[in-house]
């Protein structure tokens, strides 16, 4: 992922886009729930988070329920191989960042 000097994304962007891209409520990606669907879309946002935020782990975890750092380290590293491995996550996460520039 590249982004401009000028592109400064808001964590609400990313939450916001995320959960419409999953059609999930905020409360549901952000909240505590383990359901698959709903902690795949969650460990998305975090790597999206981390990937085009200056945000640290710890705020990263504050935004998604009060998780805890390594919480946030953990969706990044998933998130990164399941794009490398599964052709649906890769076009999911692309799909999320297209939003995300054109919002």
Do not use: W
């Given at each position: 992922?590249t982004?401009d000097?000028?592109?400064?994304?808001a964590?609400?962007?990313i939450?916001?886009?995320t959960?419409?891209?999953?059609?999930?409520?905020?409360?549901?990606?952000?909240g505590t729930?383990?359901?698959?669907a709903?902690?795949?879309?969650r460990?998305?946002a975090?790597?999206?988070c981390?990937?085009m935020?200056?945000?640290?782990?710890?705020?990263?975890g504050?935004?998604?329920?009060?998780r805890?750092?390594?919480?946030?380290?953990h969706?990044?590293?998933k998130?990164q191989?399941?794009m490398?491995e599964?052709k649906?996550t890769?076009?999911q996460?692309?799909g999320i960042i297209?939003r995300?520039?054109?919002?």
């Amino acid at each position: 992922i590249t982004l401009d000097e000028d592109d400064i994304i808001a964590p609400i962007d990313i939450i916001n886009n995320t959960a419409d891209y999953f059609r999930l409520g905020i409360d549901e990606l952000t909240g505590t729930s383990r359901a698959q669907a709903i902690a795949t879309a969650r460990q998305i946002a975090m790597y999206l988070c981390r990937e085009m935020t200056n945000l640290s782990l710890p705020k990263i975890g504050q935004l998604f329920g009060g998780r805890d750092h390594t919480t946030v380290i953990h969706a990044v590293d998933k998130t990164q191989r399941l794009m490398r491995e599964d052709k649906e996550t890769f076009d999911q996460v692309t799909g999320i960042i297209g939003r995300i520039k054109n919002s």
